[in-house]
C-alpha cells in the first residue's frame, strides 16, 4: 500500500479538525447542562451540612441585656464595626455577622466574666471589639493585630486588655468558634446557586440587596435568638422583593423554584414570618447602610498597617 493510501486511509478513521470542532461544539450545551447539576448537587450539599451544624447550635429565646447594657449598645458597637469593615476595603460586613454571634453566645453563655459584661458598659464594649477581633482572625484572610484595635480605641484599651477578654471568651464558648461562622448571607449565596438557571442575569442585584437586609439583622439581637438559615430566607425574599428588574410574577415563579429545589426545607415557617414582620418594622428605624465618611475618622492603610489617624469606638456609655 503506497504512502498516499495509508494516508486516505487515516482520514477516513481519523476526523479532521473541522469535524472534531464541530462535534466539540455540539457536544457543549450537554456539558453546561451537567456542570449546572453538579453544581446545584454541591449547594444542595452544602445547605443540607449548613442545617446540620445549624441543629446543633443551642438557641435562647430570651434577650441577655441588662438596666446597664442594653439593645442600643449592642447596635452601636454594630455600626462601629461597620465603619471599621468600610474603612478597610479588605475586610467583609459579613464579619460584623459572625462577631456579634460569637458576643451573643458569650454574654448569654453564663460563664467566665461575661456576667460583669453586662453590668459595665466597658467590659461590654471591650467584649464587642474582642469579637470582632476574633472574627476577623478567623474568617478574613487578612490580619486585625492587637496593637491596631488599641490604636483604634484611642489607648482606652491595652493589649493585655484584649488578650485576656479572647481568652475568656473562647475559654466560656469551649472554644467552638465554628458554631458562629455561617451567616444570612452564605445561605441566600447557596439558595442563589439553586436559582441560578433562573436568574444569573438578576444574581448580582439580588445579591446586594440581600446585604442590606442581612445587616439589619446583624444589628437586631432577636434574629440571634432564630435560625440563621431563616434568617437567610427572610434576606432572601426581601432582596427579591427590591429587585425592580422582575416583575411580581417572575418573583412568584423564582419563590416557587425555589421551593421544590428545597424539598423538605419549609420556606414558610412561623419562625420566618416573624422575622420577615419584625425587619420590616425596624426597616426605617436603623441605618447599617455602607458609611463613606467613615473614610475620614479611620486610618486609610492597610489592615496590617498603622494609620496615622484612628478612631475610638462609637462609645457606648453615652448611650441612654
Not at 455577622?97 to 464594649?125: C, H, P, T, V, W
Not at 475559654?171 to 449565596?189: F, K, N
Amino acid at each position: 500500500m503506497s504512502h498516499n493510501e495509508v494516508q486516505r486511509m487515516r482520514s477516513f478513521f481519523e476526523p479532521n479538525e473541522s469535524t472534531t470542532t464541530n462535534r466539540r461544539n455540539t457536544a457543549m450545551p450537554y456539558k453546561k447542562i451537567e456542570d449546572e447539576e453538579d453544581d446545584i448537587h454541591d449547594a444542595m450539599d452544602r445547605i443540607t451540612a449548613m442545617l446540620s451544624h445549624e441543629d446543633k447550635m443551642e438557641r435562647h429565646q430570651d434577650c441577655y441585656f441588662t438596666s446597664d447594657v442594653d439593645e442600643a449598645c449592642r447596635t452601636s458597637m454594630v455600626e462601629w464595626c461597620f465603619v471599621v469593615c468600610d474603612s478597610f476595603a479588605q475586610l467583609n460586613r459579613e464579619t460584623v455577622a459572625i462577631a456579634m454571634s460569637i458576643l451573643d453566645r458569650y454574654l448569654r453563655s453564663g460563664r467566665g466574666a461575661s456576667g460583669e459584661a453586662l453590668l459595665d458598659k466597658q467590659r461590654f464594649q471591650l467584649a464587642s471589639i474582642t469579637s470582632f477581633y476574633i472574627a476577623v482572625k478567623t474568617g478574613e484572610t487578612v490580619a486585625l493585630g492587637i496593637d491596631m484595635l488599641v490604636k483604634l480605641c484611642r489607648g482606652y484599651y491595652t493589649e493585655q486588655d484584649f488578650v485576656a477578654m479572647e481568652l475568656d471568651i473562647l475559654s466560656s464558648l469551649e472554644w467552638r468558634i465554628s458554631l458562629s461562622t455561617a451567616t444570612p448571607m452564605e445561605y441566600v449565596r447557596h439558595f442563589l446557586e439553586l436559582l441560578h438557571s433562573v436568574c444569573a442575569d438578576v444574581s448580582d442585584v439580588v445579591l446586594e440587596n440581600a446585604r442590606r437586609h442581612a445587616d439589619n439583622a446583624t444589628a437586631d439581637v432577636h434574629c440571634s435568638t432564630r435560625k440563621t438559615s431563616s434568617v437567610g430566607v427572610v434576606c432572601l425574599a426581601g432582596a427579591l422583593n427590591d429587585t425592580h428588574e422582575l416583575s411580581s410574577l417572575e418573583r412568584d415563579v423564582l419563590w416557587r423554584h425555589l421551593s421544590r429545589k428545597l424539598a423538605g426545607f419549609d420556606v414558610a415557617t412561623n419562625e420566618i414570618r416573624k422575622i420577615e414582620l419584625r425587619l420590616l418594622a425596624k426597616k426605617s428605624g436603623i441605618s447599617c447602610e455602607r458609611n463613606k465618611q467613615s473614610w475620614a475618622s479611620l486610618p486609610r492603610s492597610g489592615v496590617n498597617m498603622a494609620g496615622e489617624q484612628t478612631s475610638s469606638p462609637v462609645s457606648v456609655f453615652h448611650v441612654s
